[in-house]
DNA sequence: GTTTAATAGTTGCTATGGCAACTAAATATA
DNA sequence: TATATTTAGTTGCCATAGCAACTATTAAAC
């Protein structure tokens, strides 16, 4: 092989994202939120009655994925959806007491845990992956 | 809120991830071989005969993503199971005449992939961003 | 030698992720 | 106004990802 797995760049982002990842989801599990649900229920802490357009254009993902996890996030009892009444096409999330209650547990933790994978990571190297991987993302498109 | 979602550089790890394995995805489309089945066949390249267990130890991913992604490969026509006979719980790995033909093919894609997405990016930048991605790594575990 | 452990692989479940196709509703156009 | 188009959201499908629980087989312990 010209190319050892390992050397793509490619598969060591995917591979370190994945870890990080695990990690996320780990620390959540005792508030009954995954890692993805945790971003929208950040958006919403910031502030809530947005549409699922929105929370799909802020997050940058597929309007599906929003319905399912927002299906989720209703299911647990953080979320209420509310039909806009002046165009019934779009619903606005808002939290739910329970929902409002984990912001002050769960933003802590996430805040923690930044500084936990960026230690021993100086503020210019963290700026040159933060470039990088802006430029990549340039790059594939 | 403190810190914004783009802030999170394990936020802006993972989109940038789903990125470029958006790009792939597309590129090895017209192979019918998804990304993270490519890597098993990659490695089926180099060598055939693997047992499942190395394949989940070489990827570092889970034995049930390993059963599953070869399940849809045997499927494709891609690979053949073949029970270890000295050891009956294990199967080993071979490429049919069909999956050993598309290595010339999918080989000289992938390597030009990472031409493209490390192009504009310095072999200094890309050591700091392993080394960084590394340190994250260690950092969570 | 029989019981117990460990090992290899599979299946079920949940969570993500995106594309295609669909419904319902609003807007634009003829 | 009636039709066509656009928009918001949902559902179906497939591909990942990992945990728990399971079967079958082998190895270890007694």
Redesign the pocket.
């Known amino acids: 092989m010209n190319i050892s797995l390992k050397e793509y760049i490619s598969i060591f982002i995917?591979q370190t994202d994945?870890?990080i990842t695990?990690c996320v989801k780990e620390r959540l599990a005792r508030f009954n939120l995954?890692?993805?649900?945790?971003l929208i229920m950040m958006l919403l802490w910031e502030r809530d009655g947005r549409?699922?357009?929105?929370l799909?254009e802020q997050?940058?993902?597929?309007?599906?994925?929003?319905?399912?996890?927002?299906?989720?996030l209703e299911q647990k009892g953080f979320i209420k959806?509310i039909i806009?009444t002046?165009?019934?096409?779009?619903?606005?999330i808002f939290l739910t007491e329970e929902g409002k209650a984990l912001e002050c547990h769960v933003i802590p933790l996430t805040d923690e845990f930044h500084r936990i994978i960026t230690s021993g990571v100086t503020e210019e190297e963290l700026a040159i992956v933060r470039r990088v991987l802006s430029k990549m993302r340039e790059n594939v498109n």
């Open positions: 995917h994945l870890k695990s995954a890692p993805e649900q945790n549409t699922q357009q929105e799909s997050l940058e993902k597929d309007k599906t994925n929003i319905t399912r996890m927002l299906s989720s959806r806009e002046c165009d019934r096409r779009s619903t606005r």
